[in-house]
């Protein structure tokens, strides 16, 4: 387990190397991403989540971060893969000692730490702009959030595994930081089958703590337990996916080709 723990805190102290060595490039991330709220703010709404809470401000704060924090999740995994394969470094990935499997792990790991703080700076900056008062129960929001982001792990791995065999598929993952949205908007209150998609059932969890002022004791045994596998059962399918995309680019020998 500590050789396990060496490997977290080598992508972390990557993450944080590459975010200082290009500093200019992170601010200017952080605040592209800070004026498209800003924007949505003062016109198009269609973050904002149903539900018994309302068309608030409260409603899109909550949903602009939930889907930045999905969005950067899943981009931790499928463009680390791309860009790996595309750099030529991907077949050293899979030469550690550690496995690739708890390769990505420890570095989904280190990017959640990273996003983290990122995002509790995102959220700080929109909630004095808005004006908007939020419930910040952490022992109810870290734990929903980490189960919600590890469905879209799945995600991620299942780009990343159609990008190693397909290459090219930039075209798609553009549709789905869109579908990101359609996951954080849906009511899953409304519509039953929408629980079973990644994220969209966390993201109506996580707004009934911060907005509906809600506890983790509140929500119910068998309700966070049904998020719990739908969210497991997300991860294991994408990485399922994975598992049998990588396969077959092994077989075809276009593992360490872009």
Known sequence: MAKKLLLFKAFLKKEFILFRRYLVNSI???LTIYVIF??????????VGGGDHGDTVE?????????FFMLSTYQDVAYTLRREAKEGTLEQLYMSVHGFGWVMGAKAAAGFFVNSILVVILLRAVMVVTGSTLNIDLLSIVPITIFTLIGILG?????????????????FTQMIQFA????VAVDPQSVWWVRLLPGS?????????????????????????FFIVISLGHLGLGYGIYRLCERK??????????
């Open 28 to 30: 200017g991330g952080m």
């Open 38 to 47: 800003l924007l949505l703010l003062g016109s198009y709404r269609g973050l």
């Open 59 to 67: 409603q899109l704060v909550v949903g602009y971060v939930l889907w």
């Open 155 to 171: 995600i991620g791995f299942t780009v990343g595994g159609l990008t190693l065999v397909f290459k090219r598929i930039e075209s």
């Open 180 to 183: 990101l949205v359609a996951l």
């Open 201 to 225: 059932y966390g993201a109506s969890l996580v707004r009934r703590v911060m907005i509906g002022g809600a506890h983790l004791s509140n929500l119910g045994f068998w309700e966070c337990a």
């Open 249 to 258: 680019a092994m077989s075809e020998g276009l593992l360490g080709h872009y």
